[in-house]
């Protein structure tokens, strides 16, 4: 499809069919089987889109930038998901296609513009084509999260943490947080975890450069603070882990103070 052509969904009896038989599925489960007790998950981990929207009438370079994905949180949740031998729910697609970490009342959820870039595929959509998206893409993500949250494994999951990233410069002004943690009325991680990044030297955000009090935290809003499950969504700055080197070095970072916020947690 060309970069000024909209999408097309092919015509069912039913709901339009999104995903066809060379689309993956809408999720990807890393260390499955991992006895870790935290659940890890990335809602921006891809800046795919489904075949049927083809690239929403966007160039090409778009889609690597930030409004598709979130740069270098798939590749850092995947080496804390390794070392704390815990289950990663990842996204498959982009959040162009739709946002999986906004309630599907925002407007921001199938988003018209994005940082000012227009999206002309998003614009005009019948209730049936973002029912298709909510469906085929949004819907089996959550709800393998709340699969596994509700498996009765053992040992129980204590904690459930969102691995995202950040531009470091907005509307023209840098961003100085290298780390940030996002939260809301629940401190349990969000405290201790920010505490050991503050005693490394790590410049930390509170609550910026986005809020979990603003509608930037679905995610663990739903999984975490509906289920009183200590909670956090953790933002690393992305010009800090846009390469392998960087990605590990930061990982290893935040994994030293999600350990110690994990280790302040009741057994």
Known sequence: ???????????????????????????????????????????????????????????????????????????????????????????????????????????????????????????????AEAAARAAQIMAPYHTEIERLLDSGRAPPFHAFVSVHSFTPVFGGRPRPWQVSALWNRDGRLALPFMAALAARGVTVGDNQPYSARNNFGYTVHRHGELRDLPHLLVEIRQDLIADGEGAAYWAAIVGDALAAAFDSLPP
């Open 1 to 127: 499809m060309s970069a000024g052509a909209e999408p097309v969904l092919k015509e069912t009896d039913g709901p339009p069919v999104l995903l066809g038989p060379a689309d993956p599925p809408p999720f990807t489960v890393a260390n499955a089987g991992g006895v870790g007790r935290v659940l890890f998950v990335c809602d921006h981990a891809s800046n795919r889109l489904p075949a049927a929207l083809g690239t929403l009438g966007l160039a090409g370079d778009r889609l690597q930038e930030h409004i598709a994905w979130d740069i270098g949180a798939a590749a850092v949740a995947d080496i804390l998901s390794d070392r704390f031998d815990a289950p990663l729910v990842k996204s498959s697609y982009s959040r162009l296609a739709i946002d999986c970490n906004r309630n599907l009342t925002d407007e921001t959820s199938i988003p018209e513009a994005s940082d000012g870039v227009a999206i002309p595929g998003n614009r005009n959509l019948d209730g």
